[in-house]
T-cell receptor, first 115, second 112 residues
Framework: KAGVTQTPRYLIKTRGQQVTLSCSPI?????VSWYQQTPGQGLQFLFE???????NKGNFPGRFSGRQFSNSRSEMNVSTLELGDSALYLC??????????????FGEGSRLTVL | AQSVTQLDSQVPVFEEAPVELRCNYS??????LFWYVQYPNQGLQLLLK??????LVESINGFEAEFNKSQTSFHLRKPSVHISDTAEYFC??????????FGTGTRLKVLA
């Protein structure tokens, strides 16, 4: 059974650009959660999608958005990139809503560097 | 609302020594508790979890954690660490419709 796949693994952008990250969950998983990981802040919750609907949202500005498709694959987008957006973006999938599930399955992350 | 606190950002320990990584949580409802481990350049993977039942849970590689409801803690312990245990460890809490919340992580550095 394939694990959670995130693409791209590494990318470099400049300030003001936008970026789209992709996450393919484990087959059969309906929930996808996104996290931002930085050395100073640890894991910060961005949002969770379940059955194509955003179910939970963290405290990030509107520049951060996401969506989920009917096959449960998810994308997140960051517009007008800032230097502080440099981070490892992690995607995690679960069978049901993350809060009710026993385990999250993580991808290896997309490392974004903003210059 | 829920929160998770990992007081120790870094824990250095010599090989074969015991270690305890501390985790405290706050929640107004019953919770599920988890420890995840992250090795360099990888995503997180589940180490162990408490959902219900026995308050002492164990992992396959010798770690254990005990759910203490009165102290709202879920500390992670290992009686003898190996170099390969060097990683970052995250405590997490979830509950029903609430978000899955992670602590800020503890970097375990095992020294030869």
């Amino acid at each position: 059974k394939a694990g959670v796949t995130q693409t791209p693994r590494y990318l470099i952008k400049t300030r003001g650009q936008q970026v789209t990250l992709s996450c393919s969950p484990i087959s059969g998983h309906r929930s996808v959660s996104w996290y931002q990981q930085t050395p100073g802040q640890g894991l910060q919750f961005l949002f969770e999608y379940f059955s194509e609907t955003q179910r939970n949202k963290g405290n990030f500005p509107g520049r951060f958005s996401g969506r989920q498709f009917s096959n449960s694959r998810s994308e997140m987008n960051v517009s007008t990139l800032e230097l502080g957006d440099s981070a490892l973006y992690l995607c995690a999938s679960s069978l049901g809503l993350a809060g009710r599930s026993g385990e999250l399955f993580f991808g290896e992350g997309s490392r974004l560097t903003v210059l | 609302a829920q929160s998770v606190t990992q007081l120790d950002s870094q824990v250095p320990v010599f090989e074969e020594a015991p270690v305890e990584l501390r985790c405290n949580y706050s929640s107004s409802v019953s919770v599920y508790l988890f420890w995840y481990v992250q090795y360099p350049n990888q995503g997180l993977q589940l180490l162990l979890k408490y959902l219900s039942g026995s308050t002492l849970v164990e992992s396959i590689n010798g770690f254990e954690a005990e759910f203490n409801k009165s102290q709202t803690s879920f500390h992670l312990r290992k009686p003898s660490v190996h170099i390969s245990d060097t990683a970052e460890y995250f405590c997490a809490v979830s509950s029903g419709t609430y978000k899955y919340i992670f602590g800020t992580g503890t970097r375990l550095k095992v020294l030869a």
